[in-house]
């Protein structure tokens, strides 16, 4: 019997049996969908074997996303980059069950919003500074309250932490910003940074959760 084309690209053949789905699919968007639109079972034997010996096509998007990760970071301090990985954690993690889904410019609005906020509390001035959607809002409230904890917990370095966190954000904001026009998305162009976030985080355990974790704990000893 002829395989049908894989539902989730609509144009190659649909050649293997996706537990999670319930389905087939196209090896190719098994191998790039995976953690990021499919919600892989541990016990599924090609996500077994792709961790053991990854893709081609796995391995291209991964150094493209480098290429395009990279320079964008270069330029952090080791701390930076801890609060700006929990701090895209905590978006992507958001993002799964937001309604309505943000978008990248959500997203960048809603980092730029609190690090305009941070940046002016270091200049000795209290004042707020608040997104323009609400999707962007509430990707700010949920960034302020785990900076907010974070600043709290560091004690007589909160100030620092703080000072950290609006590099780190600016930084998010701008691959949020440049997503589009170097990573597109073919089925969500407005999402491309939001896609690619997803991507990069993934791990054995949900994507949102392990680098969460990992940059907390590096942050505050």
């Not at 978006?91 to 305009?116: E, F, M, T």
């Not at 209290?126 to 999707?135: F, G, K």
């Amino acid at each position: 019997m002829a395989k049908s084309n894989c539902p989730l690209c609509g144009t190659r053949r649909a050649k293997r049996t996706c537990p999670a789905l319930g389905r087939d699919i196209c090896p190719v968007c098994c191998a790039t969908k995976r953690h990021v639109e499919i919600a892989c079972p541990a016990d599924c034997g090609y996500l077994s074997s792709s961790r053991a010996h990854p893709a081609a096509v796995v391995q291209r998007q991964h150094e493209r996303d480098m290429r395009f990760f990279l320079p964008r970071i270069s330029e952090l301090t080791e701390t930076q980059y801890h609060v700006l990985m929990l701090i895209q954690a905590i978006v992507v993690r958001h993002a799964k069950s937001a309604i309505p889904a943000p978008l990248d410019g959500d997203v960048a609005d809603g980092v730029a919003s609190v690090a305009a906020t941070l940046e002016t509390a270091g200049k000795g001035i209290i004042y707020e500074h608040r997104a323009a959607s609400i999707p962007a809002q509430r990707i700010a409230a949920e960034i302020s309250a785990a900076i907010g904890d974070l600043a709290r917990r560091a004690g007589s370095e909160g100030a620092r932490l703080e000072r950290d966190a609006a590099k780190a954000l600016r930084a998010l904001e701008r691959t949020a910003r440049d997503a589009r026009q170097e990573l597109t998305d073919t089925v969500r162009p407005e999402a491309s940074w939001l896609t690619f976030a997803s991507r990069i985080m993934a791990g054995v355990e949900p994507p949102a959760e392990r680098p969460a974790a990992e940059a907390e704990s590096k942050l505050v000893i």
